[in-house]
């Protein structure tokens, strides 16, 4: 029997801000090692036996990003399906499991969150063969982890009658996230477990609980896969079908619900990373069980994470601790008081500021675009464009650019002028005039572009031609 991994890559990680932000977030940035939390979910399944190719269910404006982390795997999904917007689990799973039903009416689905940290992977595999075997016979499995604290963040699963084999057991029931005396006393009952967030099913077992208990959610998924469509490599599922799914995760929609769930426990160390205290939990420690990465001096410093991917960073007489410097926002804040991060994310989307949404380097599927200096009426940025890659044939409303080669080759359309640039010349792009950006070099072609205008806003821009079917968006 084939098995699947089918990888969520839908999660926010606003409580990692200012690392994480919408356009590019937790589960695509490298917080264990130089790979990404989605390449090494990727990575996990290689060599278990009946192992195929993943399947990614990510939303669309990450839809590059994905691909390209992907592809320097080495990796050729077998699907990446584009959710027009976030659903919450249960539909994402759904039409992975239609998708995957339609060409192997058997396939075992391994469904991971792609921002989790497993450092065993021998042990992983130990456990999802118990798994598989369960899935086999109808079960929705579930891991459970063994809790070494009481945790309050986490949900809890309580197993109950063992069934076929040691280590496994139906699932008595499921917890939501408890207050502090109660997590010590599901510490103490030895019976509990963290709920991983890890599945292993069929395709159909899946199917037919969905239907069984939500049965509009697999109504309106089948309707997005019926009404969608190929886009490069893409799956894009219909967009107005899919928007109308009733929003509810996996947990909620059927695992609380069935008969049929059941929980093996997994004892490969597991992180969901979803704080900043947790990275601490997990990152190598100094003497004074401090945690650095970047450029950083502390003296008199105790038990902190302190994480700078650009500046030099000093901090003394400091004790729990965290302190994130990026190069358009620092966050600092008490160890202990990591998950209200997520508080400062909302005030920033309530006063609608981009530093919620973007770093100040933006990656776009033909390269990234980064922030030099703002000021009224003016803004410089640095343009990389990949080798054969090319901008949209767009026009903007508000403001003109200039354009100064810094390296490479460019082929610019103006209006009905098509041309090359090289190092150190330039050109000029007036207000209302159409034009393109090419590189047709071998080299990544480097731009300082300065915009000049009464507003200059990413989203003042009118889209006619775009390789990547952008045609709708902004920026």
Same mark, same amino acid.
């Given at each position: ?13 606003? *409580? ?15 917080? $264990? ?42 990796? *050729? ?30 396939? $075992? ?86 709920? &991983? ?18 049965? +509009? ?36 929609? $059927? ?15 597991? &992180? ?20 650095? =990465?970047?450029?950083?001096?502390? =003296? ?91 901008? &949209? ?52 072609? +480097? ?10 806003? +990413? ?12 045609? +709708?968006?902004?920026?």
């Amino acid at each position: 029997m084939a098995v699947y991994p089918v990888i969520l890559t839908g999660g926010a990680g606003s *409580r990692l801000w200012p690392m994480s932000r919408e356009y590019f977030p937790k589960p695509l940035m490298p917080i $264990v090692g130089d790979e990404s939390l989605l390449q090494a979910t990727a990575r996990r399944l290689q060599g278990f036996p009946g192992s195929e190719p993943p399947v990614f269910v990510c939303n669309e404006e990450h839809r590059f990003l994905v691909a390209e982390q992907v592809q320097a795997l080495d990796i *050729r999904p077998a699907g990446i399906i584009l959710e027009p917007e976030g659903r919450n689990t249960a539909p994402a799973l759904t039409v992975a499991a239609l998708f995957l039903a339609e060409q192997d009416p058997e396939a $075992v689905m391994v469904v991971m969150p792609a921002d989790h940290v497993i450092p065993d992977l021998e042990a992983f595999r130990r456990a999802l063969a118990d798994g598989v075997a369960l899935a086999e016979q109808g079960h929705l499995v579930t891991f459970g982890i063994q809790p070494t604290r009481p945790e309050t963040g986490y949900g809890y699963i309580q197993r109950g009658e063992t069934l076929d084999g040691d280590g496994r057991f139906k699932v008595k029931r499921f917890v939501e996230k408890p207050d502090l005396d109660q997590a010590q006393g599901y510490l103490d009952a030895g019976d509990y477990y963290w709920n &991983s967030g890890i599945f292993v099913m069929q395709a159909s077992s899946w199917l037919e609980e969905i239907e069984r208990f939500e049965p +509009e959610i697999r109504q309106a998924c089948e309707r997005a896969i019926d009404s969608g469509r190929k886009d490069l490599d893409f799956c894009r599922v219909g967009k107005e079908e899919f928007i109308n799914c009733p929003e509810n995760s996996i947990d909620y929609a $059927v695992m609380e619900r069935t008969e049929r769930a059941a929980v093996v426990p997994l004892e490969s160390g597991w &992180s969901d990373v979803g704080a900043w205290s947790a990275i601490w939990d997990i990152a190598e420690c100094d003497d004074c069980g401090n945690a650095t =990465q970047g450029d950083v001096l502390a =003296q008199d410093v105790k038990n902190s994470l302190i994480w700078s991917n650009d500046r030099f960073v000093a901090a003394i007489g400091l004790e729990d601790m965290v302190i994130v410097d990026t190069p358009d926002a620092l966050l600092v804040a008490p160890r202990q008081r990591s998950q209200d991060v997520k508080q400062i994310v909302a005030e920033l989307k309530k006063q609608d500021r981009d530093e919620f949404r973007f770093h100040s380097r933006v990656y776009r599927p033909w390269g990234d675009y980064e922030g030099i200096d703002k000021g009224e009426r003016y803004q410089v940025k640095r343009i990389v464009v990949k080798p054969g890659a090319s901008l &949209s044939l767009q026009m903007h409303h508000h403001r003109a650019e200039h354009w100064i080669v810094v390296r490479g080759t460019a082929r610019v359309t103006r209006g009905e002028e098509v041309f090359i640039l090289t190092e150190n010349q330039s050109t000029y792009i007036p207000l209302g005039t159409t034009h393109r950006l090419e590189n047709p070099g071998t080299i990544p072609l +480097e731009i300082i572009e300065v915009q000049s205008g009464s507003y200059l806003g +990413e989203d003042d821009i009118v889209r006619f031609e775009d390789v990547y079917d952008r045609v +709708e968006q902004s920026s």
